[in-house]
């Protein structure tokens, strides 16, 4: 089973809020699969050597196989047009459209995860289990209705097919020779999209599995137990969780994680605004609640 992730320390070297989620991630990975065949490969635009040290020593505690693929120089210009085009644009959500390029010819198929990701249970079976040798890509669909309804008008897709792409089964056996090209094309044609999510979209709606939300469960006020991968998406991931916007339990899985960090990280106090939020969140019907959450997941 080949799993990739993404990375770019897009902060100082002080601030350890990406170097941790990787970490986090690839922990609760390896501790829910140490009996499978599983090889990691971690795509990086820029990384400090320190935390390139710190992920390096996962290998001495997991007998698991990593490899670093560092983006080449060559593939830049294609990488600031993309960029050019989309709205957000950090380089790292872009490295994954250069699977066909980056990638060893050995890697046919594979399993991307975000790494605001914390791996629940083992998908081992699901995944060697779904069959996408007649399509492009397998993910779920986007959770956030007004969002997504408005994303299929304005791109012109089918009704009920907008979706998430922060966790993708990829069949790259079949996309390797034309996946950075498909989506250059898309980019050509859009201005400010988002970013890879809309490219993919528009590039395999027709080439597409959808798959169970077990492998992207977005976390929110609703704890999912029966989720392989808690998606620590948008408001609710990182270091600045409140009590307000996702379940307990999402809680304090992530800062049980947290605390096995060698780095020292706090945990954030609830200042006045938090405690608002939190009043009005005890008050208001969980119905409305939902619906306002999906309303400004995307900010």
């Known amino acids: 089973m080949n799993i990739v992730y993404c990375f770019n320390d897009n902060k100082s070297l002080h601030n350890k809020e990406q170097i941790s989620l990787l970490w986090i991630s690839l922990t609760s990975l390896l501790r829910n699969h140490s009996n499978n065949n599983i ?9 400090h050597p320190e ?35 989309s709205i957000p644009a950090n380089p790292w959500t872009f490295l994954r459209l250069f699977f066909g390029e980056l990638l060893p010819t050995s890697v046919e198929n594979l399993l991307y995860l975000d790494t605001d ?3 629940h249970r083992n998908f081992y079976e699901d995944y060697i289990n779904t069959d ?7 993910w ?35 996309i390797r020779g034309s996946l950075m090209s498909d989506v250059i094309e898309v980019f050509k044609k859009y201005e400010y999209i988002f970013a890879d999510q809309d490219a993919l979209n528009i590039a395999y709606n027709s080439s597409t599995l959808y798959i169970s939300d077990k492998f992207n469960s977005i976390v929110n006020e609703k704890y999912d137990e029966n989720a392989f991968i808690h998606h620590y998406a948008s408001r609710g991931k990182l270091f600045y969780i409140s009590p307000a916007i996702i379940h307990k339990n999402y809680q304090k899985k992530f800062w049980k994680y947290v605390n096995e ?19 009005v969140y005890k008050i208001i019907p969980k119905k409305i609640i939902s619906i306002i959450n999906k309303l400004v997941i995307y900010r």
């Open 39 to 47: 090889l990691i490969y971690i795509i990086i635009y820029r990384i």
């Open 261 to 279: 960090l060698s780095i020292p990280i706090k945990k954030p106090h609830i200042n006045q605004k938090d405690l608002l939020i939190y009043i």
């Open 51 to 85: 935390n390139l040290e710190f992920i390096k020593n996962i290998v001495k505690e997991y007998k698991t196989e990593i490899t670093f693929i560092f983006f080449p120089e060559r593939l830049e210009r294609n990488l600031s047009f993309m960029m050019s085009k």
């Open 140 to 174: 779920v669909l986007d959770p956030y209705i007004p969002f997504s309804r408005k994303k299929e008008r304005d791109l012109w897709l089918q009704k009920k097919s907008y979706i998430n792409a922060w966790v993708l089964i990829v069949n790259l056996k079949k």
């Open 117 to 119: 990701t914390i791996i």
């Open 132 to 138: 996408i040798s007649g399509y492009s890509i397998a």
